[in-house]
């Protein structure tokens, strides 16, 4: 084609038929003899024909295409979801896309341009009036970030408060009493509730956290190592235990204690959350909160899928996590 761009009327004009014709074959509608829908597929290969998806699913009612929207695939969350989701798509018969972007202008674009039939969302720049636009134009969603629940919303979330708390009562019910805080990232929705929660639970025993025991841990271990090295350079006393918002900065500071000549548990226990695989094969195991990654996954297309097919209502589905108990913490009792 001497390097010019293939159009449908191309394939058309090479396979012998109506441009019509390749139409219902490229979007499989069954009025072809099976041989005519193969030869034009075949020439349409050949030709290395692309179609204009965005020009075709404007016109089309759906596109079979599920769109998870993120800010990061970083991390074991991530991809634990990323592959749920995507299991789960094409046991649905769907595709799954993946967008990764902190513009909720980019977000909305792809999705009110009818590039997914409905959307899974952990995007803490999505505001009130992109809430609103998704609302108010019947777009299926599920949030998994956040508590909403609509016609056409849903959101299925961990109950990261209960984790918070349940982490602050098991460290003080073991005989902790100085306790310390590694939050997560800052805007995100199980980073606050989980120190909320654990902070909560910390205040209704009596208890205080003093504002130099809640460091950064961003749910990074490398950025948790450092916060520990620093507080353990400031020559302040060593807490009794540490909760961080996730395994991975729990493991951080475990590694920044171990390497300034302290011992887990011995010292200082150390309890994460979300049970990644490393927890259990870390040494110190790592004591933590199981959430479900996958599940939380799962749930979501589940959700999705009902509004997408059945114009059912969106639910709230909350998780609850539970404690696993290993080598990383001790009673103090």
């Known amino acids: ?26 979007n499989n509608v069954d009025v072809l003899l099976p041989e005519t829908k193969s030869h034009i597929l075949e020439v349409a290969r050949r030709l290395h024909y692309v179609p204009n998806l965005n020009g075709r699913n404007l016109k089309m009612k759906e596109t079979k295409v599920i769109g ?17 989701v995507y299991q789960s798509c094409v046991n649905r018969g769907y595709e799954l896309n993946i967008f990764i972007s902190d513009k909720a202008d980019n977000l909305m674009a792809n999705i009110m341009g009818k590039r997914v039939d409905g959307a899974i969302i952990h995007d ?36 990261s408060y209960h984790e918070g708390e349940l982490a602050g009562n098991y460290l003080m019910e073991t005989g902790h009493k100085k306790l310390m805080l590694i ?7 199980d980073s606050i509730e989980r120190a909320r929660g654990f902070c909560n639970s910390v205040r209704a025993a009596g208890l205080t956290i003093d504002d130099d025991y809640i460091i950064d841990g961003l749910f990074s271990r490398d950025y948790a190592y450092k916060e520990m090295q620093t507080f353990l350079e400031s020559g302040k006393e060593l807490p009794d235990a540490i909760f961080a918002s996730n395994d991975a900065s729990a493991i951080g500071a475990i590694d920044a204690l171990i390497d300034a000549g302290y011992s887990v548990p011995e010292d200082v226990s150390v ?27 799962l749930l979501a297309i589940d959700q999705l899928i009902s509004m997408i097919k059945s114009g059912n209502t969106g639910l709230k589905i909350v998780l609850r996590g539970h404690i696993e108990v290993r080598e990383s913490t001790r009673s103090a009792n």
């Open 1 to 26: 084609m001497n390097g010019k761009k293939v159009t449908i009327k191309d394939v058309a004009r090479e396979a012998g038929v109506s441009i019509s014709t390749v139409s219902n074959a490229l």
């Open 68 to 84: 998870l929207f993120v800010t990061s695939i970083k991390g074991d969350y991530y991809s634990a979801l990323a592959d749920s």
């Open 124 to 159: 803490e720049y999505v505001g009130e009036d992109e809430v609103k636009m998704l609302e108010e134009n019947g777009v299926p969603v599920v949030f998994i970030d956040r508590e909403i629940e609509s016609e056409t919303i849903a959101s299925v979330i961990f109950d």
């Open 183 to 189: 939050r997560g990232e800052r805007n995100n929705f």
């Open 271 to 297: 309890m994460g959350c979300d049970d990644i695989a490393l927890a259990m094969l870390y040494r110190p195991s790592l004591t933590t909160i199981r959430t479900s990654f996958e599940k939380q996954g």
